[in-house]
């Protein structure tokens, strides 16, 4: 496993912008973001390996990705926001098996950080 520490939450209106961050103790090939809606299933939202990018088809054209390997970082930047889009977001990375950012995105996570709200308002 690896530890993880995200930042970036918070309230905006629809339409808005925020940028998430995660700080990552060590680099891992494969890291990613998921989310969890109350009373729903945590899903996959945008995961990248070795610049190949997976991005959930709900958040397709608005999201984008991005690590920086220097620094052991991966950002979520998340544009026209939704209210569905109101979820707590996970940091999430695979850190001890290879997998490809679809594997991850489907579910193959070993580290998780602590979550971040992210709440947009109509």
């Known amino acids: 496993q690896v530890q993880l520490r995200e930042s970036g939450g918070g309230s905006v209106q629809a339409g808005g912008s925020l940028r998430l961050s995660c700080a990552a103790a060590r680099n891992v090939d494969v890291m990613g973001w998921f989310r969890q809606a109350p009373g729903k299933r945590r899903e996959g939202v945008a995961c990248?390996?070795?610049?190949?990018?997976i991005y959930a088809n709900s958040v397709m054209g608005r999201f984008t990705i991005s690590r920086d390997n220097t620094k052991a970082m991966v950002y979520l930047q998340m544009d026209d926001l939704k209210p569905e889009d109101t979820a707590i977001y996970y940091c999430?990375?695979?850190?001890?098996?290879?997998?490809?950012?679809?594997?991850?995105?489907?579910?193959?996570?070993?580290?998780w950080g602590q979550g971040t709200q992210v709440t947009v308002s109509s």
């Open positions: 999430a990375a695979q850190a001890n098996f290879p997998a490809s950012a679809s594997v991850m995105c489907g579910g193959l996570v070993d580290s």
């Open positions: 990248e390996n070795s610049g190949v990018t």
